[in-house]
T-cell receptor, first 112, second 112 residues
C-alpha cells in the first residue's frame, strides 16, 4: 500500500488497552478540529470532530479533548482493536477559509 | 449515498507531461477541495472550489490548476510535471456548511 509517512511517530499498544494520540496545532484562530484515520491504500476517514467552543466530545469508543490554552488536541481510543491500526491525523480549520491544515500524523500499531 | 469517487486510481507520467485528475463529490455536496500527500510534506492543501468558483488556494505553483463543473465534479491539472509531483492526490467533498469533509481514496501519481 501507499506510504503516508516514512518517519512518523509510532504508538504501539496492546489489544484491549486504551490509546492516546496527541497533536499540537499551530493557529490560535482555528475554530474547528477533526481527527482522521488513514489506512494503507485509502483516503483519510473522518473519526470525530470538535469545535473551539467545546473542550471534550465523545463518540463511539473515541474521545477528543481540546486544550486551547496550549493549542493541544488529543484522541483517546478505548479498548483498542487490531482494526484501529492506521495512521491518525489531526486537522484544523479557521474561519478565514475552507481549508484544513493537517498535522504530521501518528502511526498506531495494535499488538494482538 | 455513494462516496467521493476519484479517477484514475493510479497514473504514471513522464517529466514534462501534463495530467488531469477527476473527482466526483458526494451527491448534493458543492464544495470540493484538493490535497497533495507526500511522505516528506504530509497532507497539503491545493485549492477549494464551491459552485464552480475557486474559493481558496494553497501555496502551490501555477502549474497546479483546477476547475469545477456545474454538476460539482472537479478536475485538477498539473502541467510540466516534475519528479517531485509524485504523490497521492486526494479530493475532499463538503456540504454547504463545509464542516464535514469526506475524502476519496485518491489518485496515486508517479512521475518518472
Amino acid at each position: 500500500g501507499e506510504s503516508v509517512g516514512l518517519h512518523l511517530p509510532t504508538l504501539s499498544v496492546q489489544e484491549g488497552d486504551n490509546s492516546i494520540i496527541n497533536c499540537a496545532y499551530s493557529n490560535s484562530a482555528s475554530d474547528y478540529f477533526i481527527w482522521y484515520k488513514q489506512e494503507s491504500g485509502k483516503g483519510p476517514q473522518f473519526i470525530i470532530d470538535i469545535r473551539s467552543n467545546m473542550d471534550k466530545r465523545q463518540g463511539q469508543r473515541v474521545t477528543v479533548l481540546l486544550n486551547k490554552t496550549v493549542k493541544h488536541l488529543s484522541l483517546q481510543i478505548a479498548a483498542t482493536q487490531p482494526g484501529d491500526s492506521a495512521v491518525y491525523f489531526c486537522a484544523e480549520k479557521n474561519n478565514a477559509g475552507n481549508m484544513l491544515t493537517f498535522g504530521g500524523g501518528t502511526r498506531l500499531m495494535v499488538k494482538p | 449515498k455513494a462516496g467521493v469517487t476519484q479517477t484514475p486510481r493510479y497514473l504514471i507520467k513522464t517529466r514534462g507531461q501534463q495530467v488531469t485528475l477527476s473527482c466526483s463529490p458526494i451527491s448534493g455536496h458543492r464544495s470540493v477541495s484538493w490535497y497533495q500527500q507526500t511522505p516528506g510534506q504530509g497532507l497539503q492543501f491545493l485549492f477549494e472550489y464551491f459552485s464552480e468558483t475557486q474559493r481558496n488556494k494553497g501555496n502551490f505553483p501555477g502549474r497546479f490548476s483546477g476547475r469545477q463543473f456545474s454538476n460539482s465534479r472537479s478536475e485538477m491539472n498539473v502541467s510540466t510535471l516534475e519528479l517531485g509531483d509524485s504523490a497521492l492526490y486526494l479530493c475532499a467533498s463538503g456540504d454547504n456548511n463545509d464542516y464535514g469533509y469526506t475524502f476519496g481514496s485518491g489518485t496515486r501519481l508517479t512521475v518518472v
